[in-house]
């Protein structure tokens, strides 16, 4: 038997051109979802914004790691925050810095994650507990673990590193559609996290 497409690529007409557009076929349903654009679609993968999607091949290319990121079906919003924050930085075990290094190698560093890593379990981690799911982190809980960073006399370098190890994961949560972060939504929501560019903005510096 035929394997059944993912998806289908199509062009639509506008006043100043053609854009490409997909129609992702639901797995479990095998309904044909509503069109999306591919150059909207690119933007949200964070493969550059502004220039549009011309050849047929990138636009395929582009709905496949729209697939495998997770941003047109959603998944489970039951991970712990804990955990999906240790994955995240996991270098072995994380899609999101495996899709960032396929789109351009060296973008997110091993010895990064490993410092990112060791700040989330050193810093991070005591304060929450691993019944806390991705869904339910409150503003309150997060706001407690940058109080104690300040108050242990931790320099500021350091304390930005705090801040970006839990503060950058949610973002790619949200944006992969694996859950959805409240507080996240609430402060950071105009800035999306890029885990190679520590000058990322937050609102807890």
Not at 13 to 22: E, F, P, T
Request: with cysteine.
């Amino acid at each position: 038997m035929a394997k059944r497409k993912a998806f289908y690529l199509y062009k639509r007409k506008k006043k100043h051109g053609s854009y490409w557009y997909v129609c992702f076929i639901n797995p479990d349903t095998g309904a044909q979802e509503n069109a999306k654009s591919i150059d909207v679609l690119k933007e949200r993968l964070c493969l550059g914004y502004g220039s549009s999607v011309t050849s047929r091949d990138e636009a395929a290319i582009i709905a496949n790691k729209a697939l495998e990121a997770g941003l047109v079906f959603s998944r489970s919003a039951s991970m712990s925050f804990n955990q999906y924050c240790l994955d995240f930085w996991d270098w072995e075990k994380s899609d999101y810095i495996r899709m960032r290094n396929s789109m351009k190698e060296g973008s997110v560093g091993k010895e990064y994650c490993r410092n990112m890593l060791g700040n989330y379990i050193n810093h991070v981690r005591p304060f929450i507990t691993d019944g806390v799911k991705l869904s339910g982190v409150t503003v309150s809980l997060l706001d407690k673990v940058v109080s104690h960073a300040l108050s242990s006399g931790l320099a500021t370098g350091t304390v930005q590193m705090v801040v970006l190890s839990f503060s950058g994961p949610p973002p790619s949560a949200v944006r992969r559609r694996r859950g959805v972060c409240s507080v996240m939504e609430r402060r950071a929501s105009s800035s999306p996290f890029c885990p190679s560019c520590l000058a990322t903005r937050s609102p807890w510096l």
